[in-house]
């Protein structure tokens, strides 16, 4: 007996790295989850392999976020698999370091379009789909409160309006019982940082370092979080964000 029995899930980017995580922890604890993905369909029908292996039951819905009609288009798909949601997890993101002065308009507003608009858009159209008692959970980042690596400047300022959604969602969504929050994560050990920084061991060294725990983190210490936040144990938390950096911000 699951504490999610009976709920469904949608974990956008729900396919590899954090999302992955998320999905294979709230599949553990019951719910069935909508594993979403953009363009990766085989990490989505692993990940969904993986919960039911577990005992627990998925499906896969493919969208590419950041395009027009993208909300629209993920809800109808989900449609065909569900009946309501009552776990969103905002989490499907890109960015990676540009410094300031060389950030191209297309990068600016591709980063804004998958981290920033199409959460939005995507809690604004699931709020009919959304039971009343769920939770929005929002991936933002460390970086959206602390200046530790400029050069992510333009990513951090999406995770920035991210935290502003969240904020105001728990006011708007709080009289139907539905928690919004943020979850931010320091760095973790996945594809995003692969080339700029995991590939580099001398980087990757230091960024453990910066952990007072001695190490970079993993999906399942996300993960863990979001699953808390999902219980009927997190049902007293909304409007808040979430340090989930190792204690790299204290
Ligand atoms: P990841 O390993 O690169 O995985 C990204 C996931 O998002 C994949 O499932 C990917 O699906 C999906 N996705 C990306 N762009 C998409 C798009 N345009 N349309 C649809 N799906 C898209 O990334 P991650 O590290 O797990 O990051 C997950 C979240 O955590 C992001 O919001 C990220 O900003 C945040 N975060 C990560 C770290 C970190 O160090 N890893 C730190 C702080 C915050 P496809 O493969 O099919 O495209």
Redo the contacts with the bound molecule.
Sequence with gaps: MGSLDGKTALV????????RGIAERLGRDGARVAV?????EA?AKETVAAIEEAGGSAFAIG????VPGDAAALWEAFDQLADGVDILVN?????YPIPFGEVPEEAYDRFFA??AKAPFFVTQLGLTRLRDGGRVVN?S??LARAAMMPETLTYAMTKGALDVLTRNLSKLLGPRGITVNSVA????D????AGWLRDNDDAWAATAAMSPLGRVGE?SDIADVVGFLASSDGRWITGQWLDATGGVIA
Excluded: C, F, K, M
């Excluded at 979403?36 to 990766?40: D, L, M, S």
């Design positions: 956008t980017g729900g396919s590899r790295g954090i999302g979403h993905y953009g363009t990766n990490a969208q590419e976020l950041g989490n499907a993101g890109v960015g998958v981290n991936i980042s460390g994560p320091g760095v973790i996945t594809d995003i940082n999906a």
